[in-house]
């Protein structure tokens, strides 16, 4: 294992504090939870937005954390649900008068922390309301999860609840409009190569050197099939003719684009995915009004991407251009 | 090798035209020179900054125009200087009647290019000067160098010039500048892996599976020493020393403190290095008042990353905080 780690045990925590280092203006850090706040703590009259799972999907979850994005948001171990303790605090310290929406990626140790630590809370009189995403198109139930899995539509569902709540919406309006997103995303992932969790030492599958999973999921569970590698344009067009039926998306939709690297695959690559589906989607006759190529929920330093689509309208186009800060600023 | 690639001879072109189609509003692209310029073109009454060499640095430099930065750039095939036609077109797109300042990367291939080039354009009265970036102080001459290449600081030696340059700073002006930062900043890489070429199809050198090369190239050119691999905090000792004694920075100093990503890295480790650099930095009485953690400037999918310090004052500072916008962006 070729990384830069010290003592495994401590990656999470080390790479927490060094997000906080870098980020004085904007975060608070509280090592005991492994929790990242906005700094300021919450506007009491506005809805708070919070999220946590396990580590390893950097940016996602503590680096979306910032003014237009998540009030505050936990971590476990890497491919580890936070403990249930670590979720309460969450809540609570992002306890606000207009409420606190929950946004859970659907996998079933995570929605165990969250269910308790929303019960915990609202025992306590904090008006908090929990959201599932599962935007991946891939399979059904999964290795970790009974229904879809929540992958990288999940910056989606973040971004317009962020800006709705800055906005001052109601807990039941900012709901509804993660209900919105979440019914209008839909991803699928690829993966080239596995990945090696710190603490593990080895990949946590197998694939060989001609291999790739199609429809993988974040935390290297199976996908719908093992295949040998082809061109960039063909699995392109895989992913794309995936996630376009699924909902379906229509012809004359105005969408969102988004080619998301899994962490070890560089930029340049993904540019490439990009433009094949860009000419894709205008050839299904959709009109790509936003587009998102990067990193923004990841596998370590598997190489990989995911393809998303989100159906817009007025409103959510809108929401995507408030403005926002998060650790993952570049300037 | 396995990469989302479709005909490696096609890489470059493919991948900058992904980048246009993602950035319609702020980018122009000119398939014929590989060149991509600033929306609207270059402002007759401001300098222009123009950047290029081969591909494979990205989001160095195509990904580094736009407003606040640069003015425009062409890129080679990876790893090969854009060729003199290239350049002389790029320096024409950007003429201004206040000049262009071209910033090389010190290397001979991308020096050659660039002489030719401006050679061209001043002999059609076109008002030009060059500026070579040399900050890693891994090694003295190297495998395509005389003298220091040029590596991650030119992203500081571009925000600086570019902020400059929008401001309506002269051409002597903007060179003065560019020569600040160069002689206040230094880097030095280390890299954890080689990177595949897509036309080449095999790694550019062969390290063993404990082995890292500390002051790795960003072509994957020998550093100082191969090692077997330490812990992360070891290794960014070793590049920290390296670094903040070779001017040397001295205590007191105010820096801005970047940890660049190779490509192949995932966020998290870069931040697990921030956290040791940051505490080292306070150790030798610096004062981290910038900081940059991301990558500036990779090596295709090379596992690995570099440190940079650059000191500051305050016109250093207000420069790196002026506005600006390019395709690295994430919102």
Not at 8 to 19: H, L, N, T
Not at 133 to 159: P, W
Not at 295 to 318: F, P
Request: negative net charge; contains cysteine; proline residues 5%.
């Amino acid at each position: 294992m070729k990384k830069f780690v010290n003592d495994p045990a401590q990656f999470v925590p080390e790479f927490m504090k060094g997000i906080a280092q870098a980020n004085p203006d904007l975060l608070d850090y509280t090592p005991e939870f492994q929790m990242i706040t906005r700094k300021g703590g919450p506007n009491n009259s506005k809805v708070s937005i919070v999220q946590g799972s396990g580590s390893g999907h950097e940016p996602a979850h503590v680096m979306a954390v910032g003014p237009g994005m998540l009030t505050g948001a936990c971590q476990g171990a890497v491919f580890a649900a936070p403990p249930v303790d670590a979720c309460y605090e969450t809540i609570k310290a992002c306890a606000s008068d207009a409420g606190v929406l929950v946004l859970v990626n659907n996998y079933q140790g995570d929605r165990m922390a969250w269910d308790m630590a929303t019960e915990m809370a609202t025992a306590e009189d904090i008006n908090v309301k929990q959201f599932w995403i599962n935007d991946d198109v891939a399979v059904e139930d999964s290795l970790y999860t009974v229904g879809r899995r929540g992958v990288a539509g999940n910056f989606f569902v973040i971004k317009a609840c962020g800006a709705a709540a800055d906005q001052g919406k109601s807990l039941d309006e900012v709901y509804a409009i993660a209900e919105k997103v979440n019914n209008n995303v839909r991803t699928m992932g690829v993966a080239l190569t596995s990945c090696i969790p710190p603490a593990k030492g080895t990949p946590i599958f197998e694939l060989g050197d001609d291999e790739i999973e199609v429809g993988v999921g974040i935390h290297g569970e199976p996908g719908r099939r093992r295949e040998k590698i082809h061109s960039a344009d063909k699995i392109t067009e895989e992913l794309f003719e995936a996630v376009s039926k699924d909902i379906p998306f229509n012809s004359g939709d105005r969408i969102a684009l988004m080619i998301n690297g899994l962490g070890g695959t560089p930029i340049t690559e993904l540019y490439v995915m990009y433009a094949k589906a860009h000419d894709l989607a205008e050839q299904a006759g959709f009109t790509v009004v936003r587009n998102y190529v990067g990193e923004y929920c990841t596998s370590l330093e598997m190489a990989g991407a995911s393809l998303t689509i989100l159906r817009l309208d007025a409103e959510l186009e809108a929401l995507l251009d408030a403005p926002a800060e998060t650790a993952a600023r570049i300037f």
